[in-house]
């Protein structure tokens, strides 16, 4: 099935830890995304990536890190420098990001971080 | 700030009835679109309606979009227990189309 797989489901955070989002995507999409999601908000963005090898800054990027060494792959690390992490994270991915052209996104499942 | 609010924030009806809700945002858009997420899940796309389309349909999907008044409304037809969900506005915030999303509607339909 194509689709976006993001792993764990669920995933606890001691202090002090760093730990890993994956999230892999075989729909050949240029453009992959990294959402937080707090109880009763929207979708505030973190990190995004347009071709392999780059990737910018979103909206709250303290605290967290990213790579995008391969097309299919854009891992999210949440390190121990994000006081708050307990959130749901979503993965998205779009086919392009062309100036002017609009794209929808398509989703992972999200993953769960608490902190314990 | 958040570029959509979304109202209500929640919709409690009974199956058959017809829900709708609202989202406003502030600076002129070219598309917007429309999501909605099933508790615990990840988002999926309704639709999309761009700025010199005035209504949309996609099944019992109904969206309105007035530029005049920067709002956009989703209109779920008949509705049923599994049409319970989230749904969420979402609005480019860039020329490269970046989105940003309202902070959602929970509809419950109850049987």
């Known amino acids: 099935d194509g689709g976006i797989t993001q792993s764990p489901k669920y995933l606890f955070r001691k202090e002090g830890q760093n730990v890993t989002l994956s999230c892999e995507q075989n729909l050949n999409h240029d453009a992959m995304y990294w959402y937080r999601q707090d109880p009763g908000q929207g979708l505030r963005l973190i990190y995004y990536?347009?071709?392999?090898?780059?990737?910018q800054k979103g909206d709250i990027a303290e605290g967290y890190s990213v790579s995008r060494e391969k097309k299919e792959s854009f891992p999210l690390t949440v390190t121990s420098a994000q006081k708050n992490p307990t959130a749901f994270y979503l993965c998205?991915?779009?086919?392009?990001?062309?100036?002017?052209?609009?794209?929808?996104?398509?989703f992972g499942s999200g993953t769960q971080l608490s902190v314990l | 700030s958040q570029q959509g609010e979304e109202d209500p924030q929640a919709l409690s009806i009974q199956e058959g009835e017809n829900a709708t809700m609202n989202c406003s945002y502030k600076t002129s858009i070219n598309n917007l679109q429309w999501y909605r997420q099933n508790s615990g899940r990840g988002l999926v796309h309704l639709i999309l309606?761009?700025?010199?389309?005035r209504e949309k349909h996609s099944g019992r999907l109904r969206v309105t979009l007035d530029t005049s008044k920067k709002s956009s409304s989703l209109l779920i037809t008949a509705s049923r227990a599994a049409d319970t969900a989230s749904y969420f506005c979402a609005m480019p915030t860039d020329s490269w189309g970046k989105l940003q999303f309202g902070a959602g509607t929970q509809v419950v339909v109850t049987p």
């Open positions: 309606i761009r700025s010199n389309e």
């Open positions: 990536s347009q071709i392999v090898n780059d990737f």
């Open positions: 998205a991915s779009s086919p392009s990001r062309r100036q002017g052209e609009v794209e929808k996104l398509f």
